[in-house]
């Protein structure tokens, strides 16, 4: 190379340094826009399945009542069609500044409403995120359904656009986790979570798997906020941990933010 050239390449090089630059300032920006519109005005959208008596409503309840959950809240099963959920402001922000959220509907679990009210569901929110409940009961059931949401993932496109994060609540905590690990209670569903890494993987989103109870709360808090953190379109950044707690099972390291 003779000096001009050399010279040349240095200048292009600089300017597209600069380009870049000035590029990632421009994407923040748009970012932190976005966010604010987000979580101030619409509602950051996101859906809530799992087979029935899993605790979608009693989830979805404690979101809305935040602090004050009602101890002894007995839900009654939800009725076909589901319910409709105005967008509501919650505290669960990694900052703790207001933060709203928009499930739209609390559906039911049973079979007959997954070709309906879950896609029907999934279509008209486009959500950021799904949160998609099990337990310690009816394994069939929920390999059923999980697979039944992977695969609509793998069909609905334009629905599945702007998903950033699945995660998986195994729930009910308070009735298994004294006679079994997470891990154990996994093995059962080890093709499924197989597949749920892989089509991750395959369309760019996050996925995690913790365990939770909604009668004691116990994991609870910090799995939503992590959530919803993850679906924002700017992340606050939860506080770093070396040691990543024990229920989290994969997504935690690799965050894209
Ligand atoms: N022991 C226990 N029961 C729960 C928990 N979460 C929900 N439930 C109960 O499970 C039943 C079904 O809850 P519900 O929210 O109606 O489930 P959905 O059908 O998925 O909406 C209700 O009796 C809840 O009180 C939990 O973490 N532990
Ligand atoms: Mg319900």
Redesign the pocket.
């Known amino acids: 190379m003779n000096d001009s050239s050399r010279t040349a390449s240095n200048i292009l090089a600089s300017v597209l340094r600069t380009l870049a630059a000035i590029s990632r300032q421009v994407a923040d920006r748009f970012d932190t826009v976005v966010d604010f519109a987000y979580v101030r005005v619409l509602g950051v959208p996101f859906i809530v399945l799992?087979?029935?008596?899993?605790?979608?409503?009693?989830?979805?309840?404690w979101l809305k009542r935040d602090k004050e959950f009602l101890a002894g809240?007995?839900?009654?099963?939800?009725a076909a069609g589901g319910e409709s959920v105005p967008a509501f402001t919650t505290r669960l922000s990694a900052d703790g500044s207001g933060m709203k959220l928009k499930p739209r509907r609390?559906v039911?679990?049973e079979y007959a409403m997954w070709e309906t009210d879950w896609v029907e569901l999934f279509q008209q929110t486009k959500p950021r995120g799904i949160l998609f409940?099990i337990?310690h009961q009816n394994a069939y059931q929920h390999k059923d359904a999980l697979n039944f949401v992977l695969q609509m993932l793998d069909d609905e496109e334009s629905a599945r656009k702007h998903l950033e994060m699945v995660m998986i609540l195994v729930?009910?905590?308070?009735?298994w986790a004294d006679e079994q690990s997470l891990d154990d209670l996994l093995d059962n569903f080890r093709n499924e979570t197989r597949r749920l890494k892989s089509q991750a993987e395959r369309l760019g989103y996050h996925h995690e798997i913790r365990q939770?109870?909604?009668?004691?709360e116990e994991g609870v808090r910090e799995a939503m906020t992590a959530f919803f953190d993850a679906i924002r379109p700017r992340s606050q950044g939860l506080p770093e941990s070396s040691d990543p707690p024990p229920e989290v099972k994969a997504g935690a390291n690799g965050h894209k933010r």
């Open positions: 799992g087979y029935r008596q899993t605790g979608k409503t009693t989830l979805i309840n809240f007995e839900p009654e099963p939800t609390d039911g679990g409940l337990d729930n009910k905590s308070d009735l939770t109870s909604l009668v004691t």
